[in-house]
Protein backbone atom coordinates (compact mmCIF):
# COMPACT_ATOMS: atom_id res chain seq x y z
CA UNK A 1 0.00 0.00 0.00
CA UNK A 2 0.69 3.38 -1.02
CA UNK A 3 1.44 5.64 2.07
CA UNK A 4 0.17 9.35 1.86
CA UNK A 5 2.02 12.32 3.51
CA UNK A 6 -0.66 14.29 5.32
CA UNK A 7 -1.86 17.38 3.32
CA UNK A 8 -2.60 20.01 5.42
CA UNK A 9 -6.49 21.75 4.09
CA UNK A 10 -4.87 25.63 5.14
CA UNK A 11 -1.31 27.55 4.61
CA UNK A 12 1.46 27.32 7.78
CA UNK A 13 2.83 30.79 8.81
CA UNK A 14 6.49 30.95 9.40
CA UNK A 15 9.22 33.19 8.72
CA UNK A 16 12.59 33.79 7.16
CA UNK A 17 15.10 35.93 7.33
CA UNK A 18 16.07 38.61 4.63
CA UNK A 19 19.32 40.21 3.89
CA UNK A 20 20.69 42.48 7.07
CA UNK A 21 18.31 40.04 9.10
CA UNK A 22 14.90 41.65 8.41
CA UNK A 23 12.46 39.28 9.33
CA UNK A 24 10.65 38.28 6.17
CA UNK A 25 6.43 36.60 7.07
CA UNK A 26 6.01 33.36 5.27
CA UNK A 27 3.60 30.57 4.23
CA UNK A 28 3.54 27.03 3.49
CA UNK A 29 1.20 24.45 1.69
CA UNK A 30 1.67 21.18 0.48
CA UNK A 31 2.55 17.52 1.86
CA UNK A 32 3.83 17.86 5.47
CA UNK A 33 7.86 17.43 5.39
CA UNK A 34 8.28 17.47 1.83
CA UNK A 35 10.91 19.75 -0.04
CA UNK A 36 9.88 23.07 -1.15
CA UNK A 37 8.84 22.46 -4.68
CA UNK A 38 7.97 25.99 -5.75
CA UNK A 39 8.59 29.17 -4.29
CA UNK A 40 6.19 32.12 -5.07
CA UNK A 41 7.43 35.97 -5.03
CA UNK A 42 4.73 38.26 -5.25
CA UNK A 43 4.53 41.63 -7.19
CA UNK A 44 4.83 44.97 -6.13
CA UNK A 45 2.18 45.91 -3.46
CA UNK A 46 0.49 42.41 -3.42
CA UNK A 47 1.09 39.91 -0.05
CA UNK A 48 2.13 36.56 -0.31
CA UNK A 49 -1.80 35.72 -0.01
CA UNK A 50 -1.94 36.18 -3.68
CA UNK A 51 -0.56 32.85 -3.97
CA UNK A 52 -3.12 31.20 -1.49
CA UNK A 53 -5.34 29.41 -4.44
CA UNK A 54 -2.67 28.50 -6.25
CA UNK A 55 -0.43 27.32 -2.97
CA UNK A 56 -3.71 24.72 -2.16
CA UNK A 57 -3.91 23.27 -5.51
CA UNK A 58 -0.70 22.68 -5.99
CA UNK A 59 -0.64 20.51 -2.61
CA UNK A 60 -3.40 18.77 -3.72
CA UNK A 61 -1.23 17.75 -6.89
CA UNK A 62 1.42 17.12 -4.36
CA UNK A 63 3.51 19.43 -4.52
CA UNK A 64 4.79 21.46 -1.51
CA UNK A 65 5.10 25.59 -1.65
CA UNK A 66 5.54 28.76 -0.02
CA UNK A 67 5.45 32.15 -0.24
CA UNK A 68 6.91 34.92 1.63
CA UNK A 69 6.06 38.90 1.92
CA UNK A 70 8.66 41.12 0.66
CA UNK A 71 10.70 43.65 2.36
CA UNK A 72 8.11 46.46 3.22
CA UNK A 73 4.84 44.53 2.28
CA UNK A 74 2.31 42.93 4.24
CA UNK A 75 3.43 41.32 7.61
CA UNK A 76 7.42 41.80 6.80
CA UNK A 77 9.80 43.80 8.23
CA UNK A 78 10.43 47.29 6.69
CA UNK A 79 13.90 49.21 6.63
CA UNK A 80 14.12 51.66 8.80
CA UNK A 81 13.33 55.47 8.03
CA UNK A 82 17.08 56.48 6.90
CA UNK A 83 17.48 53.62 4.58
CA UNK A 84 16.07 53.41 1.06
CA UNK A 85 14.75 50.52 -0.46
CA UNK A 86 16.87 49.40 -3.03
CA UNK A 87 16.38 46.58 -6.08
CA UNK A 88 19.51 44.84 -4.61
CA UNK A 89 17.60 44.40 -1.22
CA UNK A 90 15.16 42.38 -2.92
CA UNK A 91 17.30 40.58 -4.93
CA UNK A 92 19.52 39.39 -1.42
CA UNK A 93 16.57 38.47 0.45
CA UNK A 94 15.55 36.07 -3.14
CA UNK A 95 19.18 34.35 -2.13
CA UNK A 96 18.85 34.33 1.27
CA UNK A 97 15.57 32.50 1.41
CA UNK A 98 17.08 30.19 -1.08
CA UNK A 99 19.77 29.39 1.05
CA UNK A 100 18.22 28.26 3.55
CA UNK A 101 16.15 25.55 1.12
CA UNK A 102 17.70 21.86 0.82
CA UNK A 103 16.23 21.39 -2.58
CA UNK A 104 16.18 23.95 -5.89
CA UNK A 105 13.02 25.14 -6.43
CA UNK A 106 11.02 26.74 -8.90
CA UNK A 107 10.85 30.53 -8.66
CA UNK A 108 7.24 31.92 -9.50
CA UNK A 109 7.34 35.32 -9.19
CA UNK A 110 4.80 37.59 -10.35
CA UNK A 111 5.68 41.35 -11.86
CA UNK A 112 8.36 42.38 -9.44
CA UNK A 113 8.98 39.29 -7.88
CA UNK A 114 9.35 37.64 -11.46
CA UNK A 115 12.25 40.61 -12.34
CA UNK A 116 13.70 39.48 -8.47
CA UNK A 117 13.94 36.05 -8.89
CA UNK A 118 15.15 36.50 -12.48
CA UNK A 119 17.99 38.61 -10.89
CA UNK A 120 18.63 36.01 -8.27
CA UNK A 121 19.12 33.43 -10.72
CA UNK A 122 21.66 35.21 -12.87
CA UNK A 123 23.68 35.79 -9.15
CA UNK A 124 23.56 32.14 -8.78
CA UNK A 125 20.15 31.19 -6.74
CA UNK A 126 20.12 28.06 -8.80
CA UNK A 127 16.59 27.62 -8.89
CA UNK A 128 15.26 24.75 -11.14
CA UNK A 129 13.39 26.79 -13.12
CA UNK A 130 11.41 29.98 -13.54
CA UNK A 131 7.82 31.06 -14.08
CA UNK A 132 7.36 34.76 -15.05
CA UNK A 133 3.76 36.21 -14.49
CA UNK A 134 2.90 38.99 -16.87
CA UNK A 135 6.61 40.55 -16.53
CA UNK A 136 9.18 40.55 -18.61
CA UNK A 137 12.77 42.74 -19.15
CA UNK A 138 11.19 45.31 -21.33
CA UNK A 139 8.13 46.74 -19.82
CA UNK A 140 5.26 49.26 -21.33
CA UNK A 141 6.35 52.15 -19.60
CA UNK A 142 2.65 53.08 -19.75
CA UNK A 143 1.19 50.50 -17.66
CA UNK A 144 3.87 50.92 -15.29
CA UNK A 145 2.60 54.18 -14.56
CA UNK A 146 -1.05 53.18 -14.33
CA UNK A 147 -0.22 50.98 -11.69
CA UNK A 148 2.02 52.96 -9.52
CA UNK A 149 -0.55 56.04 -10.00
CA UNK A 150 -3.65 54.01 -8.50
CA UNK A 151 -1.19 52.73 -5.95
CA UNK A 152 -0.18 56.67 -4.63
CA UNK A 153 -3.54 57.83 -5.49
CA UNK A 154 -4.86 57.59 -1.78
CA UNK A 155 -1.70 58.68 0.29
CA UNK A 156 -4.39 59.78 3.28
CA UNK A 157 -6.28 56.22 2.85
CA UNK A 158 -9.70 54.99 2.82
CA UNK A 159 -12.72 55.68 5.56
CA UNK A 160 -13.62 51.76 5.39
CA UNK A 161 -13.56 48.49 3.45
CA UNK A 162 -16.00 49.71 1.27
CA UNK A 163 -14.47 52.64 -0.06
CA UNK A 164 -11.41 50.37 -0.72
CA UNK A 165 -13.32 47.90 -2.43
CA UNK A 166 -14.96 50.38 -4.51
CA UNK A 167 -11.63 52.06 -5.66
CA UNK A 168 -10.32 48.37 -6.52
CA UNK A 169 -13.26 48.20 -8.78
CA UNK A 170 -12.85 50.92 -10.31
CA UNK A 171 -9.62 50.43 -11.31
CA UNK A 172 -10.33 46.24 -12.30
CA UNK A 173 -13.62 46.96 -13.79
CA UNK A 174 -13.38 43.64 -15.17
CA UNK A 175 -13.87 41.98 -12.02
CA UNK A 176 -17.19 40.41 -11.47
CA UNK A 177 -17.01 40.30 -7.70
CA UNK A 178 -15.67 43.50 -5.35
CA UNK A 179 -13.56 42.74 -3.07
CA UNK A 180 -15.25 41.90 0.77
CA UNK A 181 -13.92 42.85 3.92
CA UNK A 182 -12.14 39.70 4.33
CA UNK A 183 -10.58 39.42 1.26
CA UNK A 184 -9.00 43.24 2.15
CA UNK A 185 -7.79 42.32 5.62
CA UNK A 186 -4.35 41.36 4.31
CA UNK A 187 -4.04 44.52 2.20
CA UNK A 188 -5.03 47.06 4.68
CA UNK A 189 -3.80 47.94 7.78
CA UNK A 190 -5.76 50.66 10.53
CA UNK A 191 -3.33 54.06 11.11
CA UNK A 192 -3.51 55.55 14.16
CA UNK A 193 -6.18 58.15 13.09
CA UNK A 194 -8.60 55.24 12.31
CA UNK A 195 -8.51 55.02 8.21
CA UNK A 196 -7.22 52.51 5.95
CA UNK A 197 -4.27 52.34 4.33
CA UNK A 198 -2.49 49.75 2.18
CA UNK A 199 -0.03 47.56 3.83
CA UNK A 200 3.49 48.24 2.24
CA UNK A 201 5.72 51.19 3.06
CA UNK A 202 4.91 54.17 1.33
CA UNK A 203 8.51 54.77 0.76
CA UNK A 204 8.50 51.97 -1.40
CA UNK A 205 6.90 54.33 -4.45
CA UNK A 206 9.66 56.93 -4.30
CA UNK A 207 12.68 54.75 -3.45
CA UNK A 208 11.67 51.91 -6.55
CA UNK A 209 10.19 54.57 -8.70
CA UNK A 210 13.24 54.66 -11.03
CA UNK A 211 12.80 50.21 -11.93
CA UNK A 212 12.63 51.27 -15.39
CA UNK A 213 16.49 51.98 -15.67
CA UNK A 214 17.23 48.27 -14.69
CA UNK A 215 16.06 46.71 -18.23
CA UNK A 216 18.82 46.48 -19.88
CA UNK A 217 20.54 44.74 -16.64
CA UNK A 218 17.63 42.80 -16.55
CA UNK A 219 17.71 41.71 -20.64
CA UNK A 220 21.29 40.39 -19.89
CA UNK A 221 20.58 38.43 -17.14
CA UNK A 222 17.48 36.45 -19.53
CA UNK A 223 20.06 36.04 -22.10
CA UNK A 224 22.34 33.99 -19.72
CA UNK A 225 19.02 31.71 -17.93
CA UNK A 226 19.43 27.93 -18.73
CA UNK A 227 16.79 26.37 -16.72
CA UNK A 228 13.38 25.30 -17.87
CA UNK A 229 11.36 29.10 -18.06
CA UNK A 230 7.51 29.64 -18.49
CA UNK A 231 6.08 33.21 -19.47
CA UNK A 232 2.59 33.04 -18.25
CA UNK A 233 1.02 36.90 -19.76
CA UNK A 234 -2.10 38.31 -19.69
CA UNK A 235 -4.21 39.21 -22.81
CA UNK A 236 -5.50 42.31 -21.51
CA UNK A 237 -2.40 43.63 -19.87
CA UNK A 238 -0.85 46.81 -20.06
CA UNK A 239 2.43 45.92 -18.54
CA UNK A 240 3.19 43.08 -20.91
CA UNK A 241 2.36 43.44 -24.36
CA UNK A 242 3.19 41.64 -28.43
CA UNK A 243 6.48 43.24 -28.32
CA UNK A 244 7.66 42.61 -25.13
CA UNK A 245 6.68 38.85 -24.98
CA UNK A 246 8.61 38.52 -28.40
CA UNK A 247 11.89 40.69 -27.28
CA UNK A 248 11.74 38.15 -24.21
CA UNK A 249 11.70 34.92 -26.41
CA UNK A 250 14.11 36.24 -28.57
CA UNK A 251 16.39 36.81 -25.28
CA UNK A 252 15.35 33.02 -23.99
CA UNK A 253 14.78 30.88 -26.79
CA UNK A 254 13.85 27.66 -24.46
CA UNK A 255 11.11 29.74 -22.82
CA UNK A 256 7.57 28.78 -23.26
CA UNK A 257 4.73 31.03 -23.18
CA UNK A 258 1.16 30.46 -22.10
CA UNK A 259 -1.33 33.08 -23.12
CA UNK A 260 -4.32 33.92 -20.88
CA UNK A 261 -6.35 36.06 -23.15
CA UNK A 262 -9.06 37.21 -20.32
CA UNK A 263 -6.13 37.81 -18.17
CA UNK A 264 -5.02 41.74 -17.10
CA UNK A 265 -1.84 42.39 -15.65
CA UNK A 266 -3.11 40.46 -12.18
CA UNK A 267 -2.92 37.18 -14.32
CA UNK A 268 -3.47 34.94 -11.11
CA UNK A 269 -5.95 36.96 -9.73
CA UNK A 270 -8.49 37.47 -12.76
CA UNK A 271 -7.74 33.33 -13.77
CA UNK A 272 -6.54 31.13 -11.41
CA UNK A 273 -7.49 27.85 -12.32
CA UNK A 274 -5.85 28.74 -15.88
CA UNK A 275 -2.49 29.81 -14.18
CA UNK A 276 -2.46 27.15 -11.36
CA UNK A 277 -3.11 24.33 -14.22
CA UNK A 278 -0.01 26.25 -16.26
CA UNK A 279 1.93 26.01 -13.73
CA UNK A 280 1.17 22.09 -12.60
CA UNK A 281 1.72 21.60 -16.45
CA UNK A 282 4.70 22.93 -16.59
CA UNK A 283 6.09 21.28 -13.58
CA UNK A 284 5.21 18.13 -14.37
CA UNK A 285 7.88 14.96 -15.71
CA UNK A 286 8.76 15.43 -19.24
CA UNK A 287 12.02 14.67 -21.31
CA UNK A 288 13.42 18.11 -21.41
CA UNK A 289 12.45 18.80 -17.77
CA UNK A 290 14.55 15.83 -15.94
CA UNK A 291 15.59 18.29 -12.89
CA UNK A 292 11.50 18.34 -12.25
CA UNK A 293 10.66 14.96 -11.42
CA UNK A 294 11.42 14.78 -8.30
CA UNK A 295 8.56 18.11 -7.80
CA UNK A 296 6.17 14.91 -8.38
CA UNK A 297 7.46 12.36 -6.76
CA UNK A 298 8.92 10.62 -10.48
Known sequence: MVSIAPL??????????????????????????????????HGFGQTRQAWTRSMLALGQAGIASAAY???????SGRNVPEERYGVEQFIDDALAVRATLTQPPVLVGASMGGLVGLAAQSRGAGFAGLVLVDVTPKWEIAGMQRILAFMGAHPDGFEDHEHAASEIAAYLPHRRERKSSADLAHLLVRGDDGRLRWHWDP??????????????????????????????????????????????????????HVHLPEATHMVAGDDNDAFTRAVIEFLSPRPHAGSFQTLRGA
Open 8 to 41: PASLASFEWTGSGGLPLAASAAGPLGADIGVLFA
Open 69 to 75: DMRGHGQ
Open 203 to 256: RLLHDLADSAKHQDELAEAARGIDVPVLLVSGGRSDLVSKETVAHFLDLVPHAE
